[in-house]
C-alpha cells in the first residue's frame, strides 16, 4: 500500500482526486460522481485497490504490462541506473550506454531490415515522428509532392494532434478540428460489424482491396505512406480476415508507398511473435513501438526505421529537425532492457504461440455460445466479445452504443476481472505471465460477467 492509501480512506482519495486530477478520456463530471477506483498495489496479474479488493488485470494495465506488474528486477535496473546516470540527454553529438545497449538489442530482435530506432516517451509521440518521418524521407527522395498518408478508420495512433489525424477515431476528430490536413482513411477490416453480407475470406480481400482503390483515387506520386495496427486495439479488437494481410501485402509491394506497422499494442510478445507485422508475414519501412517496450514501468516509445528510411534521410548530409527531452532516457532504457531480458529468459513470446495463447484462446471463444456474445475472437492474447441483443440477428445492435458495454465492464471489475468496453465489445488483453489457472479464473469471470450483464438487461427490459 502506498503512503497515502494508508492515511486516508478511499472516500477522501476519491474527493481529493476529484478536486484536482484531470483523467484521459474522462467525462469528468460523471466520474467525480462516481469516485474514481484507486488502485494501490500490484503483483503477478493482480491489481489491489484501496478496499484491499483483488482484481485480475486483464488489459495489462493498457495494453503495456507484459512481464506482470512487481517485478523486483526492473525496478533494480531502474535504481541502479538512477544512482549511476539519472538523465542525460542524446542532443549535441551526445550519447550514454543505456541508449546504445538498447539500441542494440531492439536491432536484434526486429525484423532484418530495420537496424535502428528513434527514441521518445510514448507511442503518440512515435506516431508524430513517423508523420515528420515519412515526408521528410520523400523530401530528400526528390519527391516533395509525396505527403499524403493514408490511415483507416476506427484504427488508433495515439492522442496527439498527428496521432489523432493519423487515427481513424471520429469522437476524436470531432475535438480541435481534425484531422489535419494530408491524411487520407480508408474501411477498417472489421468482418463482424461492417462484412456480415459476405463470407470472411471475401470481406478480407474487399478491405484490403480499399488501399489500392485509395492509391489509384490519390495518385500514387502524392501518397507517402499507409499506416496500420496489425490488430486494431483500441478500436475493438479487429482481428483482420486471414485474407487481408496477404492481399496488403501484395499492394504494398507493388507501389512506391512506405508501410507504417504500428506495433505499439502488437509488439514485444502479444501475438506470439516479437512483432504484429512478423505474425502477418508484412514487411514494414517503420514500426512505433512503446508499451511492452517497458512493460509500462516507465514511459519509453520509440520508431523502428528500416535500412532503406534510414539511410535516405541519414545520408541528406542535413539534420532530422526533431525530437525529445527525454529521446533514449538513461534510466527508460535501463527498464526496457530488464524488461527485455525477462521476456527472453522466461521465452515469453514463444509461451503466447505455444502455451497459454492457445489454451485461453480454446476457452475464451467458448463464451461465444453465451446468449449475449455474437462472436468470440482472439489472436495471442488479445479478444474480444461481441454483445448483442439477439444472436438469431448479428447485425441487429444495441440503441445507445457503449451503454451496455458500460454495464457489463462495471460487472467485470465487481467481479474481479478488468475488461476494457469499447462500443458493446468487451476486450481483454492479459499479461504474458498469466497462469493456466489464472486463464480459468479470467474465462469464469467473463462467464460470470456475461450471466450478471445478461439478468441486469432482462430486468431493464433491453432484452425481449
Not at 256 to 281: P, Q
Not at 316 to 327: A, E, M
Not at 415 to 429: E, F, G, Q
Amino acid at each position: 500500500m502506498t503512503a497515502h492509501s494508508n492515511i486516508y480512506p478511499t472516500k477522501a482519495l476519491q474527493e481529493i482526486d476529484a478536486a484536482h486530477h484531470w483523467h484521459p478520456f474522462s467525462d469528468m463530471k460523471s466520474l467525480n460522481e462516481e469516485g474514481s477506483r484507486i488502485v494501490t498495489s500490484a503483483d503477478g496479474v493482480w491489481i489491489s485497490d484501496s478496499d484491499g479488493k483483488k482484481i485480475l488485470d486483464g488489459m495489462a494495465g493498457l495494453w503495456c504490462v507484459q512481464v506482470g506488474h512487481g517485478r523486483k528486477e526492473i525496478a533494480d535496473a531502474v535504481n541502479r541506473q538512477m544512482n549511476e546516470l539519472a538523465y542525460y540527454n542524446t542532443f549535441f553529438k551526445t550519447t550514454h550506454p543505456p541508449a546504445i545497449a538498447l539500441s542494440e538489442k531492439l536491432a536484434k530482435l526486429a525484423p532484418d531490415h530495420i537496424n535502428t530506432v528513434f527514441y521518445c516517451s510514448s507511442g503518440s509521440e512515435a506516431n508524430d515522428t513517423v508523420f515528420r518521418m515519412v515526408r521528410t524521407y520523400w523530401d530528400k527522395m526528390g519527391k516533395p509532392d509525396k505527403k499524403v498518408i493514408i490511415g483507416r478508420w476506427n484504427g488508433y495512433h495515439g492522442s496527439t494532434l498527428a496521432g489523432t489525424s493519423l487515427g481513424g477515431m471520429k469522437a476524436m476528430h470531432a475535438q480541435g478540428d481534425l484531422p489535419v490536413s494530408g491524411v487520407h482513411h480508408i474501411d477498417q477490416p472489421y468482418w463482424f460489424g461492417e462484412g456480415q453480407d459476405m463470407s470472411p475470406e471475401e470481406f478480407g480481400v474487399l478491405a484490403a482491396r480499399k488501399l489500392e482503390e485509395a492509391i489509384d483515387e490519390i495518385g500514387e506520386d502524392k501518397i507517402a505512406a499507409f499506416i496500420a495496427e496489425p490488430i486494431q486495439g483500441a478500436g475493438g479488437v479487429i482481428i483482420p480476415p486471414a485474407t487481408y494481410w496477404p492481399e496488403m501485402r501484395r499492394i504494398l509491394e507493388e507501389r512506391d508507398i512506405l508501410f507504417v506497422s504500428d506495433e505499439v499494442i502488437c509488439g514485444f510478445g502479444r501475438l506470439g511473435e516479437w512483432f504484429g507485422s512478423t505474425h502477418f508475414g508484412v514487411k514494414p519501412d517503420l514500426m512505433p513501438i512503446a508499451k511492452g517496450l517497458t512493460s509500462g514501468y516507465l514511459p519509453m516509445g520509440g520508431v523502428l526505421v528500416s535500412d532503406r528510411v534510414a539511410e535516405g534521410l541519414m545520408n541528406s548530409g542535413d539534420d532530422f529537425n526533431h525530437g525529445y527531452t527525454y529521446s533514449g532516457h538513461p534510466v527508460c532504457a535501463a527498464a526496457a532492457l530488464a524488461n527485455l531480458e525477462i521476456i527472453e529468459r522466461e521465452g515469453l513470446v514463444e509461451r503466447v504461440k505455444n502455451d497459454i495463447g492457445p489454451y485461453l484462446q480454446e476457452r475464451w471463444l467458448r463464451l461465444g455460445d453465451h446468449p449475449l456474445v455474437g462472436e468470440a475472437r482472439m489472436t495471442g492474447l488479445m479478444g474480444a466479445l461481441e454483445l448483442v441483443p439477439d444472436k438469431t440477428d448479428l447485425k441487429k445492435t444495441f440503441p445507445d452504443t457503449g451503454t451496455v458495454g458500460t454495464i457489463c465492464r462495471d460487472i467485470s471489475f465487481q467481479n474481479s476481472m478488468v475488461m476494457r468496453a469499447v462500443r458493446d465489445s468487451m476486450i481483454i488483453s492479459p499479461p504474458l505471465v498469466l497462469s493456466h489457472e489464472e486463464a480459468d479464473f479470467l474465462v469464469e469471470s467473463a462467464e460470470k460477467t456475461l450471466n450478471d450483464t445478461y439478468q441486469t438487461l432482462k430486468k431493464d427490459g433491453r432484452l425481449g
